[in-house]
């Protein structure tokens, strides 16, 4: 009974098992497979032979970096990665082309180049419409060879999600119509050669969630279309030439994590709006010498989520608040190299998670009052040199604890040569003689030259007597 219930159980199994549709051995449309072969040997190099290799590439012979997906029944290409991404991937030749059968492939979902182009070459400008249906991520990263302009043509990808043009050699200005690319949500342009203005029409992309612009040489103002973003969770426009002010409506942006702006020459002083920013966790606006501003006109303490706060080098001007100190999850904090001026408040000890704290080169004055506990933690990244007229405390810490860079304070002001002599004319010649000799062989207190000073005196004083 046992024996036929067995049977009976693997015929049923074998049933669903032919029930279940066999994918490996799905056919694949001839002039799909002969596309792939084409476009990936016009990279790799005419020793490429696909059809010998890889007979089934979307079967039991897969290719590494390439990927498929089944519709109607028939195989086809959805993604291509090309560069030295794993061991056995698919590496460019020395002089790799772009084939038009690249674009005959009809249900590309992703394509991406990774060090590939290291010879002078410039994208194609068409046929990018025919992936317009299907492309939703497209990537060209460390390419040093990739030269010319952006193709417009890439403006046609509709259903584009992703493009990240980073590290190539991209010249010239930005194309007008990269605002039709309704669908973006990561535009990454960074370390390329490009120039002129950030377009107005960018601003109308709401559904980006990630814009990187950074080593370029774009200029002009940032335009206040970008503050209708409220979808963008990181801004990063740093190392580029851009100028003016920044847009009032900034604080728009709430849901902002990062905000780098470091190295441009932008003007005109932090907007207050700034502090409505309250999702920031990185602000990042070192480096821009022309921007001037009081930072006392900004609530610090509204932004309870930031940890990086560098504003080195920026033309500030006035006290440092002590709102910056209500900032719990601040780690980092750089002002150093502008014209701050007044005291240091004691309460930036008392921040819990600060490690380094950089406040050197600019007017701070007064006495530092922080603990010998604070200066063990911090050691060198508590740095308030070159500020003339700041100092530490007398004799309330070893010197393995001592700032850095800083003068002692000066508890009690020296007697002066003038004194001295002003001193010796309202005595009598006895109280000069017992003044003079319980101060003359002070030296160890006075200093050498103090000494020379004081026998001078003396040997005047007796000379006068004599002549008397």
């Known amino acids: ?264 020459l932008f003007s005109g002083g932090l907007p207050q709006s700034l502090q409505d920013m309250v999702s920031l966790e990185e602000m990042l606006l070192a480096n821009n010498p022309t921007m001037g501003g009081n930072l006392m006109e900004i609530d610090w303490g509204n932004l309870q989520n930031l940890i990086i706060l560098d504003l080195s080098n920026m033309g500030l001007i006035g006290k440092i608040p002590e709102s910056i100190a209500e900032m719990r999850r601040l780690r980092f904090l750089a002002m150093d190299n502008n014209q701050l001026t007044g005291k240091l408040s004691p309460k930036f000890a008392d921040m819990p998670s600060v490690n380094s704290l950089y406040l050197d080169g600019n007017n701070l004055t007064g006495k530092l009052e922080f603990s010998e506990e604070f200066y063990g933690k911090m050691g060198r990244r508590f740095a308030v040199w070159s500020n003339p007229n700041l100092c530490y405390p007398v004799g309330l810490l070893p010197k393995s604890h001592i700032p850095f860079g800083v003068k002692q304070c000066q508890e009690q002001a020296s007697i002066s040569s003038s004194g001295l002599k002003t001193e010796l004319g309202k005595r009598n010649p006895n109280q000069n003689a017992n003044f003079m000799a319980s101060h003359a062989f002070s030296g160890s207190a006075f200093g050498g030259f103090w000494c020379y000073v004081l026998v001078k005196e003396m040997v005047t004083f007796l000379l006068v007597t004599l002549l008397l």
């Open 1 to 264: 009974m046992r024996k036929f219930i067995k049977i009976q159980s693997l015929l049923l199994l074998l049933l669903y098992v032919s029930a279940e549709p066999d994918t490996s051995i799905s056919p694949m449309e001839k002039t799909e497979q002969q596309a792939l072969y084409s476009a990936i040997q016009a990279l790799v190099g005419n020793w490429w032979n696909g059809s010998d290799l890889y007979p089934d590439p979307c079967g039991w012979t897969p290719i590494q970096g390439v990927s498929c997906d089944l519709f109607d029944g028939f195989w086809y290409i959805t993604a291509i990665n090309i560069g030295p991404i794993q061991d056995n991937s698919l590496e460019c030749s020395q002089n790799p082309e772009i084939s038009h059968n690249l674009f005959k492939l009809k249900h590309l979902k992703s394509l991406s180049f990774f060090d590939c182009f290291h010879y002078p070459i410039t994208l194609p400008n068409m046929n990018w419409e025919n992936l317009a249906g299907s492309l939703e991520s497209l990537e060209f990263r460390t390419n040093p060879g990739l030269i010319g302009e952006i193709p417009t043509g890439l403006c046609s990808l509709k259903r584009l999600q992703s493009l990240v043009l980073m590290d190539n050699r991209f010249t010239d200005e930005l194309p007008m119509n990269l605002g039709n690319l309704t669908e973006l949500k990561r535009l990454v342009l960074a370390g390329n050669h490009l120039s002129g203005r950030i377009p107005a029409s960018l601003g109308g992309l709401t559904e980006l969630l990630i814009v990187d612009f950074s080593s370029n040489f774009l200029s002009g103002s940032l335009p206040s279309t970008f503050c209708g973003l409220i979808s963008l969770l990181k801004l990063d426009l740093s190392s580029n030439v851009l100028d003016g002010k920044l847009p009032i409506e900034i604080g728009k942006l709430k849901n902002l994590t990062l905000l780098d702006l470091r190295n441009n």
